[in-house]
């Protein structure tokens, strides 16, 4: 056993990169896989428009206005001034941002990270469909190992994804907050590695139990519209029906979106309210990676 | 350590708390020699070489390699064995080159080493043209033979080989087995392999294990299994419609009669000399002689005789829904 590794971590890399090589080095998927958040943010972000909704342009003040209240000019200018910022100022209440697209894009990340994560899972029922689970399994490559390496190559590829979002959504209309610096960005990335692991380990423990792609198909139709719906990732919370609020504010992807709005687009950080949203998404993440890991690897001993 | 490769101490898995997939089994295989495992399919083959390969745990029972226990020793045991599943398993995105590092990697092979060797099991394989191609390319010879490279990189001293044939045309599979020869005869390796291709296990195995419904049923060399049915095989069918076991029972060097879909199975040492004398009484009593053949014992005899039907048989009919079954549960798990 000369020239041999004795780290418990030997094969992590190599397994990871396997899985990241057919996706980069397959130049359509890969093309494709950037190609669709950016028609989601394109379409999305623009027809939803709500910030032009409410803007200054749909309102003035009526002439018979005026007239009844013989306003003075300087009292108009006044009062025009309120009403062409009265949309801004419901913007900002409601959405933290002037920009409906800002809100949106940041949605659109963690969106992003979400189907990133369920499909780079279903790699694993190939995997073992086609033998090379079996394979990997024969060899001293430990078991914790081959789960990690699954986890790990979804989390990278959903922090690639998700960057490529932000970088297109500037050209878009994009505006960071006054509180955004350069560092927050290392932030973003801890809030997308945290959830990204959390997730791609729940998906993987379910999908190494299917030899079938059509299972974890169903499981991730199932899943994803209610969690990106009943999230912030298109609305503010606040003003969802106390029903759907319940089950918003339980949603670590809410917990991800906002706590990711304060670091790229808020004008100000809470730091309490984002020291608890980082507590939440790693409690989260540390939970299921547990459970995803366990499960995972009870089901490869037996 | 004893010279015994592999042994197996009443071997036992069991799928779902009731289906019985390897019933109790026990056997040794020598160092340095071919031992062939030899069943249709859903026999058991493949979840013995699961066992033994450490990817499936076993019920009951036990089982070793080099002396390694397969189920406490398991980190030693994927250290000295390579295995060439049945499966293509190599990654088609991934040219051949790098899914033979792919492979030295999980055992931890350092990069320099890694590098010489695969070009070394390129040039064995004669795969070293194609190494910087996509594996999507490779023809089905091509890909059995990296497989076979990638079950080599740590350089085992007992590989496995699942049905190392297996959906391969006549002259792949007479290349593949000279290459199964040649690791033994070259490296002094130890193979264990399945099959349900009886000519392949007459040509290639010292040893083989019949194996059927999970259980071993005989154990020998090909030569000694052959021996063992006690001689040719002459088969006989007449005109008439009558019995005639008692006839041909009396013929010099028959040994036994078996009354068989209107012919009769004639076992018989010297075959050539006894079909002569079988026609001869026959038509000394009458008969018509309508079809005669002599058959020299294959194993597909050998099976015929220890399982009591044809391998073909057991494949197509009856068993099959069993097979099936055991087939579907080894790949649930």
């Known amino acids: ?26 130049p359509v998927v890969f093309i494709l896989t950037l190609l669709q958040p950016i028609i989601w943010l394109g379409l999305l972000g623009n027809a939803l428009n709500l910030g032009s909704l409410v803007g200054s342009s749909s309102l003035t003040i009526p002439p018979q206005v005026i007239t009844e209240l013989q306003l003075t000019p300087a009292q108009i200018t006044v009062l025009q001034g309120f009403f062409s910022n009265i949309g801004d100022t419901i913007m900002q209440g409601t959405f933290g941002t002037t920009s409906y697209i800002s809100f949106m ?49 979804a989390t990278l590829r959903s922090i690639f994804q998700a960057s490529i979002i932000l970088i297109i959504a500037v050209p878009l209309g994009f505006q960071f907050g006054a509180a955004f610096t350069a560092v927050n960005i290392l932030g973003v990335f801890a809030f ?15 999908n190494i139990r299917s030899t079938r792609i059509e299972t974890p198909m169903a499981v991730m139709n199932l899943l994803n519209l209610p969690l990106t719906f009943a999230s912030s990732a298109f609305f503010p919370i606040e003003q969802m029906p106390g029903w759907l609020q319940a089950v918003a504010t339980i949603n670590p992807l809410s917990y991800t979106m906002n706590g990711m709005r304060q670091l790229l687009i808020n004008s100000s950080i809470d730091y309490s309210q984002l020291a608890l949203q980082y507590a939440y998404v790693g409690l989260f993440a540390l939970v299921l990676t547990t459970v995803g890991i366990v499960l995972s690897w009870r089901f490869l001993n037996k | 350590m004893s010279n015994n490769a592999i042994e197996a101490e009443a071997l036992t898995k069991v799928f ?13 295989v020598r ?16 979840t013995t070489i699961n066992m033994l390969i450490t990817v499936l745990k076993p019920t009951e029972g036990k089982a070793s390699i080099l002396g390694y226990d397969i189920a406490k020793q398991n980190t030693q045991v994927r250290y000295s064995i390579g295995v060439v599943p049945q499966e293509y398993t190599a990654d088609e995105d991934l040219t051949g080159y790098e899914n033979i590092l792919l492979c030295a990697d999980l055992y931890g092979i350092q990069r ?18 194609f190494k910087d191609k996509k594996v999507q390319t490779y023809s089905g ?25 297996l959906g391969l045309d006549v002259q792949t599979r007479a290349a593949t087995w000279n290459y199964i020869k040649m690791l033994k005869k070259e490296f002094g390796m130890t193979l264990f392999m399945t099959t349900h291709y009886l000519e392949e296990a007459d040509a290639l195995c010292d ?29 006989v069918a007449i005109k008439e419609d009558v019995d005639i076991t008692e006839l041909v029972e009396r013929i010099n060097h028959v040994k036994e009669v078996k009354k068989e879909n209107g012919s009769y199975r004639i076992k018989s040492e010297n075959g050539e000399i006894t079909a002569p004398l079988i026609i001869e009484s026959l038509r000394k009593e009458g008969h018509v002689v309508t079809r005669l053949s002599l058959t020299k014992p294959t194993l597909n005899e050998v099976y015929l005789q220890y399982t009591g039907k044809s391998m073909r048989d057991a494949e197509e009919s009856g068993d099959s829904l069993y097979a099936k079954r055991m087939i579907m549960a080894r790949r649930r798990h």
């Open chain 1, 1 to 26: 056993m000369n020239n041999v590794s004795k780290s418990k971590l030997h094969g992590l890399w190599a397994l990871t990169n396997r899985e990241l090589k057919k996706w980069y080095k397959t």
């Open chain 1, 105 to 153: 894009a940041v949605g659109m990340i963690a969106f992003t990270a979400l189907f990133t994560t369920m499909f780079s899972g279903m790699s694993v029922v190939w995997d073992r469909r086609l033998g090379f689970l079996n394979k990997a399994l024969s060899t001293p490559v430990s078991r914790a190992v081959i789960i990690l390496s699954k986890v790990l190559s």
């Open chain 1, 192 to 206: 997308l590695f945290l959830i990204c692991m959390g997730l791609s380990s729940l998906f993987i423990a379910i």
């Open chain 2, 16 to 28: 779902n708390g009731s289906l019985v997939a390897v019933d109790h089994i026990d056997f040794s």
């Open chain 2, 31 to 46: 160092n340095g020699e071919i031992f062939g495992f030899l069943g249709p399919n859903g026999a058991g083959k493949t």
């Open chain 2, 112 to 129: 320099e080493v890694s590098k010489k060797r695969a070009s070394e099991l390129l040039e064995l394989v004669e795969l070293t043209a």
């Open chain 2, 141 to 165: 010879g091509m890909r059995r033979r990296l497989e076979l490279a990638c079950g080599l990189i740590n350089r085992p001293k007992v590989l496995f080989l699942d049905e190392p044939t």
């Open chain 2, 207 to 235: 040893r083989i294990a019949i194996i059927d419904h999970g259980k071993i049923i005989v154990v020998g060399s090909p030569t000694e299994l052959k021996d063992s049915l006690g001689g040719d095989i002459i088969t």
